[in-house]
């Protein structure tokens, strides 16, 4: 069934999607900035810019296309300025000879600089810079923060102590960890709300009869409380009455209701029919619903967390499946599906919608702590990897690697995401 397009269902689709990105970014981000590391790049979504701004050392960005983000560190990816020996620039200094910026190019056009040939320069560790000035070598220093002009762009160095590399494997591993980490975070306060706002089921109501089937046949009214089916007493679980249903396929059972204060007994047999997607099912017409009481504080908490952990269960139930290639791609999703499943919910209310918004977040962090390449999940195995070595993998075999798995990442989305519009077509 294609969703209802309703403003409001639109709105809660893009904020939902919105907030687990940047609660994922901003984990890796706090945890970076708390290191020392210099954060170039905030960015929501890929490709080109839609909207960018600049706050200290730092560039927000929101990008086209929503399929995630991601924070750019220092020194994660080669720096787009390199400066040789022998190339010709221009300085700004302070009175103490201390540089404050490094001009690149239209040289001539830079007025209050110093223009020379480098003789020796070092940006990452003694952060000094030698220049041949009309024949003669002087010397300067270099403020850490320092920026080169490139083409109208201007870049911050990173010294190497400002540097994703030149941090510790802890705070490294720490900084990566926390996207994920946040993720969690969020999914369990999103599952203790839904706790407290589903409250804790005491019992099972009949919400509505199918007319001609036979629960209404056998009397069965909307509203009915079902006390017991066959002698087993139901309470709130609604899972037991469909395997008693299921249990007693072409046989007599016996339902005790509790229907205006008073228990009321009804014999009904369970008939076999097929449901809107073709498959066998054995029912006898009713839909139920929980009633509930409202949650102590205790009891939002517990059931908040066994929901946490069911779903999470079912989580790895199902990347399980795909490891076996116990699916078909019909049963694999994209963003176009996701957003298909959030704006349903979300018009389905503030209940579905919580507990959506749970979910996605729990396999939001999940997902990216798989050990595939590109993802968080292999990014702290190289890590572990350098702690356990004493040194790290060669930077350029762990970005091909990453690069591959990112290139793998994005064949996997368009895919799924052709699947999704030829599924959209097909109704």
Known sequence: MTPQLTPQGIVLTVLLFFVLVTIHEWGHY??????????????????????????????????????????????????????QQGQ???????PDDVVTKIYLDR??????????????????RKLSLTLDVDGEDESYRIHPEAMTVSRGQETQIAP?????????????????????????ILAAGLFIAFAFINGIAVNVSVNKVNAGEPADAAGIQAGDVIQSINGVTIGPDTSKIRELVTASAGEPMEWVVLRDGRPVTVQMTPIEAIDEAGNAQ??????????????????????????????????????????????????????????????????????????????????????????????????????????????????????????????????????VTYNDILRLFRG
């Open 282 to 415: 054995i029912r006898v017409g009713v839909e139920m619903m929980p009633l509930t009481r409202p949650a102590s504080f205790q009891e939002g908490i517990t059931n908040g967390v066994t929901t946490m952990w069911a779903a999470t269960v079912t989580i790895f139930e199902g990347f399980k499946m795909l490891v076996l290639g116990q699916f078909t791609l019909d049963d694999l999703g994209g963003p176009i599906r996701m957003a298909e499943m959030t704006l349903q919910l979300a018009n389905a209310g503030i209940l579905y919608y919580t507990w959506w918004a749970a979910m996605l977040s729990l396999y939001l962090a999940i997902f990216n702590l798989l050990p595939v390449p590109a993802l968080d999940g292999s990014r702290l195995i190289f890590l572990g990897l350098e702690a356990i070595r004493g040194r790290p993998v060669d930077p350029n075999r762990e970005s091909l690697v990453h690069f591959i798995g990112f290139a793998m990442l994005m064949l996997v989305m368009v895919a």
């Open 107 to 124: 040289i001539d056009e830079r007025m209050n600089a110093v223009r020379g040939e480098v003789r020796s320069i070092d940006l990452e």
């Open 30 to 83: 706090y945890f970076a900035k708390r290191a020392g590391i210099l954060v170039r790049e905030f960015a929501i979504g890929f490709g080109p810019k839609v909207f960018a701004f600049r706050r200290g050392e730092t560039k927000y960005t929101l990008r086209l296309l929503p399929f995630g983000g991601y924070v750019r560190m220092a020194g994660e990816d080669p720096e787009t300025v390199q400066i």
């Open 88 to 94: 010709t620039i221009a300085v700004e200094t302070t």
């Open 160 to 184: 190497w102590d400002r540097q994703f590399a030149g941090k510790p494997v802890g705070k490294r591993a720490m900084a990566i960890f926390a996207g994920p980490m946040m993720n969690v």
